[in-house]
């Protein structure tokens, strides 16, 4: 059993810290959330290491929004519908699509500074995407360029605190509403932080799997103290492996963009074969879970451990200039992008689940927000539509800072005691590092792209020996850490049990065709009521 709490805390016994927002986490979500919140609130914004370190920072591709006149909303919306695999909320995509421009002029204001051509906002293509509508900043250092504008926008505020290096342990709750939460600071120091509003902006799940394209501080932090608040967590079956990420000895497993693919790269097995049209009539540009099974399934055909991604007949200039960080990073080991074959495999790159909200970002529990990769709004539904995820943490942010602007102020309230119902014990002798390691083989053999229920209760089984860890007394970052992937992995792999058909991001092999007459349904964790279903409703009749 998940405890409410981790720790056992007097609360008036450490420092109290009161603020208006409680914005936690320092990506694209965040940053916007918090400067857009800062108009009229104080704000304190809590990140895990600094401003600098988040997937924003590593996002390639760039942003999904409608600015050309050969595009339209409807276009945009129809491709996010049909990504999302009968999932998708289609007022959350109605919302996505019409109110992403605004946007992105909103990033343009804060000084982003995207690409030009010929005098206008550069756009490019992605995986289906039908029409050209993503816009990118330094070729493919999009995520890198808006969080430079974003950070330094909040450095210059004077309503946001910032403070680096402070991990969340849990968000406190009084008559079903979240009053704060308990933080602990660099020194080990615990401090009660209240705010009449609190903006989970934490990211997703990558560090569930031992291949990714996330940095190491994405834990799944926001959806475990989310799920032990009470909070409904929604659709964790839902898992994107990113099909290109680098496959090279002695090298980190950096993201090849799907944008590469969108400027007209091959996919090559071991042999040198172009595969792609045994498995999907849009070739490269299919969408992404159905080329990371493709490539899975050549790997497998051909006894390799990778496929190769060739661009080499394009022109060496356009590579250069469209891609000069991934052109750099490849030359850094020895690939030249302009003239070599780069080998690939897929890898964990995003989270289409999480904290169930509504329209404007608000969970069941009053006064908690979620935003961005941690959230799930209904505009990715089973898989999300490449580049959609920046637009969506923009929008939603406003959305949640003006039902923000709504709420009464909460006046302080004490509390002396968090409490726990298990006897807390000395922490394991077994290293932390370890642990997270085993964790994330199983989540790779039996959670990974493709998955069958031999699989799935054996690692549910692995993951369940985890639990007594839960009794124990933890103290540490790593800890924390451990206790919210084992949380994450268990959601994932108990929902992607449940779900006996394959969708968008979820495949199963026992189960390899998609149901809409049973499975037309989301799956909805919480942590009082236990697995729940949720029939996609069109106007009060099932579909």
Not at 396 to 421: A, E, N, T
């Amino acid at each position: 059993m998940i405890p409410r709490y981790l720790t056992d805390t007097d609360l008036s016994a450490i420092p109290h810290y009161h603020t208006d927002v409680i914005v936690i986490g320092a990506g694209i979500a965040g940053l916007y959330t918090a400067l857009q919140a800062s108009e009229t609130k104080r704000v304190l914004l809590i990140t895990k290491k600094s401003l600098l370190d988040s997937n924003t920072r590593y996002a390639q591709g760039g942003i999904a929004a409608v600015i050309s006149d050969d595009d339209s909303p409807e276009y945009h919306s129809q491709d996010t519908l049909v990504a999302g695999a009968g999932l998708c909320s289609r007022e959350a995509v109605d919302i996505l699509v019409h109110e992403g421009p605004a946007g992105v002029q909103d990033l343009i204001r804060m000084g982003t500074k995207f690409d030009f051509e010929n005098g206008e906002i550069a756009l490019t293509k992605e995986g289906a995407h039908s029409q050209r509508r993503i816009l990118h900043a330094n070729g493919d250092a999009t995520g890198a360029e808006i969080v430079r504008a974003l950070s330094e926008e909040t450095k210059r505020s004077e309503n946001i605190e910032l403070w680096d290096d402070h991990i969340v342990i849990d968000l406190i709750t009084v008559n079903g509403e979240c009053i704060g939460a308990l933080v602990q600071k660099p020194d080990g120091q615990r401090i009660y932080v209240q705010g009449s509003a609190t903006v989970l902006c934490t990211g997703g799940t990558g560090q569930l799997f031992r291949y990714t394209t996330n940095p190491d501080v994405a834990t799944g932090d926001g959806v475990a103290i989310a799920y032990r608040a009470g909070a409904d967590i929604q659709d964790m079956e839902f898992i994107q492996f990113h099909p290109t990420v680098l496959f090279y000895p002695g090298a980190p497993r950096f993201l090849i963009s799907e944008a590469v693919r969108g400027e007209g790269a091959y996919l090559r097995n071991i042999k040198g074969e172009r595969f792609m049209e045994k498995y999907h009539p849009q070739l490269e540009l299919a969408p992404r879970d159905v080329v990371a099974r493709a490539i899975v399934s050549e790997i497998e055909e051909t006894g390799s451990s990778f496929i190769y991604l060739d661009i080499t007949h394009e022109s060496e200039e356009m590579i250069k200039h469209r891609f000069p960080t991934i052109y750099e990073t490849c030359l850094s080991i020895g690939l030249d992008l302009t003239a070599d074959w780069i080998p690939v495999a897929p890898a964990a790159h995003y989270m289409m689940g999480g904290v169930k909200t509504d329209l404007h970002g608000e969970t069941n529990i009053k006064r908690l927000f979620a935003c961005g990769e941690v959230s799930s709004t209904g505009v990715h539904g089973a898989n999300r539509l490449a580049s959609n995820s920046l637009s969506e943490a923009i929008v939603f942010g406003k959305r949640i800072i003006r039902r923000i602007q709504s709420l009464p102020s909460l006046g302080p309230v004490i509390l002396d005691y968090i409490p726990s119902p298990n006897l807390r014990l000395e922490p394991p002798k077994q290293a932390m590092v370890e642990k997270r390691l085993k964790l994330q083989k199983v989540m790779v053999r039996y959670a990974g792209v493709r998955r069958d229920e031999r699989g799935l209760k054996r690692g549910l089984e692995e993951l369940q020996r985890h639990l007594p860890m839960f009794d124990s007394c933890l103290s540490r970052r790593e800890d924390y850490e451990f206790a919210n992937l084992l949380t994450c992995a268990l959601l994932t792999t108990e929902a992607a049990l449940r779900r006996e058909e394959s969708r968008g991001g979820h495949y199963r092999e026992d189960y390899p065709l998609r149901s809409d007459e049973q499975w037309l349904k989301h799956t909805v964790f919480n942590r009082e009521c236990g697995l729940t279903e949720e029939w996609i409703l069109n106007d009060g009749i099932k579909l």
